[in-house]
């Protein structure tokens, strides 16, 4: 239960109310104003001005504070990320959920994270009692727990990759049971990230030429892809489906999601 609201005017004021232990901050509060036995102070983010999307050269700066739904519906955006966000929540949600709150809050299941998990994201956080510090996405999710104090106040993506993405689930519009998301630089480096299980997505490869993925052998990346999605669900059992299921639907969705790249070319 929420049982004290702020609404900082500046990023100072902001971290200043962060520093202090139980104060969260509240980005659309679609999960924070859920009903809860724990108490909790807030702190609104909505006056500093971080729901911005910049676009500067080949990367895509997202504010701590924008929508998923304007997100979605910005030029900038290749298709297979429209695809993961519209996965992520409905539009009811998606128009107050922000892209910090939906990482810090993500499960294994969330489209969202799973394709910036790809794209290699980088996340920007603040804090009154260090500098700014900015983490892989990669690294940021297995500590997200930690970060407490801290606020995300931006989100970096890359353009200048390709990007697939393919789901399985219930039906068309339901959480997958087992997603893969890939992206593929022009340099032959191909990040899969595979969800659908656990407590967050997960990097299943990240190839470059140097670690023996040579992208101009596309055969050789498709086995690599195979290979790496089936390992990475070797334990993936739980209620939704059995870690052999997943193994086997995982390495066809990453071959799809290589063959949708092949046929953008
Ligand atoms: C009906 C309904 C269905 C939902 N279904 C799902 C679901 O299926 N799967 C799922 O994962 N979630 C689900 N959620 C939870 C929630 O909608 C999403 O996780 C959402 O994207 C959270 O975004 P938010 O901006 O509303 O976060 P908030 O509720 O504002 O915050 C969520 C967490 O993120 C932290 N946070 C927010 N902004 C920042 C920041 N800038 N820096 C650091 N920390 C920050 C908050 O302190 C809090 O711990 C659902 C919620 C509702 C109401």
């Known amino acids: 239960m929420i049982t004290a609201y702020h609404r ?31 108490s909790v102070e807030v702190a609104d983010l909505q006056a500093l001005g971080l729901d911005t999307l910049t676009k ?67 996340i920007t956080l603040n804090s009154k009692q260090s500098p ?23 989100i970096v993506i890359p353009l200048n990759v390709k990007l697939a993405f393919e789901s399985v689930a219930r039906t068309p519009t339901d959480k997958p049971i087992v997603c ?14 595979l969800g659908g299980y656990g407590k967050s997505p997960m990097l299943a490869m990240d190839g470059t030429e140097t670690e023996g993925v040579d992208a101009s052998s596309s055969d050789a990346v498709l086995r690599s892809a195979q290979t790496a999605a089936r390992n990475a669900f070797h334990e993936a059992t739980d209620e939704w489906a059995s870690a052999d299921y997943r193994m086997d639907v995982a390495a066809t969705l990453a071959k799809r999601c290589l063959e949708s790249l092949n046929q953008d070319q």
Not at 89 to 110: E, F, K, Y
Not at 149 to 154: A, D, V
């Open 132 to 154: 700014e510090e900015t983490l892989n996405i990669g690294d940021f999710l297995p500590l997200r727990e930690q970060v407490r104090g801290k606020l995300i106040t931006k």
């Open 180 to 193: 893969a998301a890939l992206a593929q630089w022009n340099s032959g480096r191909t990040r899969l990230a």
């Open 56 to 122: 500067t050269g080949n990367t895509l700066e997202l504010g701590a504070s924008l929508t998923l739904q304007a997100l979605l519906e910005s030029e900038h955006f290749p298709p297979p990320l429209k695809t993961a966000i519209k996965l992520e929540a409905p539009l009811n949600i998606r128009n107050a959920a922000t892209v910090a709150g939906t990482l810090v809050a993500c499960d294994g299941r969330s489209t969202f994270a799973g394709m910036l998990l790809a794209m290699d994201a980088k």
């Open 8 to 38: 900082p005017k500046t990023l100072d004021e902001a971290l200043t109310l962060l520093a202090q232990p139980n104060i969260l901050p509240l980005g659309g509060g679609t999960l924070l104003s859920r009903p809860t036995s724990d």
